[in-house]
């Protein structure tokens, strides 16, 4: 085989596996492997995000300054809060900045161990909106775009619309499934609170 013969060989192997390629990717929303796939991953790194700001704002990254530790302190994430919201002072201020952490400490537990998942992925949509255009009212269009507030909302928005079949890994799917035992009444009945 020449030379020219052996490179149209490969050519054509990498037009192949490209088309392969192609045809897998085109169809892999179709996948429920894949779905259940991303909706953990989206899960752990919405969940990481939220619990690793939290962390940061307690000091147990480290002291500011050291690394890239972004407050340190309650206190100077007290200090970025009234950034985003000059609005605001004193009592309100620090009810706001508590407010902010309990809820990405909740909705990041939510997410870790798939409780209300729906529910926990709209609402964390919901806050990083919010998050989002303070940022960009107060601290220009280019802050939320740098640190991909708009793209974890995303993340957000994809899961809580997910097929529910691709929730796995969940206490919801837990829960919903040892209702099952109890008849399809008592599941019908218990399933208004338990978003899946």
């Known amino acids: 085989m020449n030379s020219q013969q052996g490179m149209a060989t490969k050519n054509r192997r990498v037009a ?14 179709e996948s429920l492997a894949a ?33 890239r530790v972004a407050w340190g302190t309650f ?7 009234g950034t985003l919201t000059p609005y605001l002072s004193g009592g ?3 009810t706001a900045a508590v407010a902010a952490t309990v809820a990405e ?3 990041g537990l939510a997410l870790l161990c798939g409780v209300a998942l729906r529910w926990t992925a709209w609402l964390s949509a919901a806050m990083l909106c919010v998050f989002g255009l303070s940022m960009a009212l107060f ?30 890994l969940t206490i919801d799917r837990y829960v919903t499934r040892g209702r099952r035992g109890r008849g399809e009444e008592s599941d019908r ?6 978003v899946v």
């Open 35 to 67: 779905w259940r796939t991303i909706t953990v991953v989206a899960r752990l790194a919405l969940a990481a995000g939220f619990l690793s700001a939290v962390a940061d704002r307690l000091g147990l990254w480290g002291r500011y300054g050291t690394g």
């Open 105 to 107: 400490t909740l909705l």
């Open 16 to 29: 192949r596996a490209m088309r392969t390629l192609h045809r897998r990717m085109e169809h892999a929303g």
């Open 75 to 81: 206190d100077a994430f007290m200090a970025y809060t």
């Open 139 to 168: 601290l220009g269009p280019e802050a939320p775009l740098t640190f991909s507030v708009f793209s974890a909302l995303a993340a957000s928005a994809l899961l809580a619309m997910a097929p529910r079949e691709a929730m796995v």
């Open 92 to 94: 309100g201020l620090r």
């Open 189 to 194: 009945r218990d399933r208004s609170w338990a």
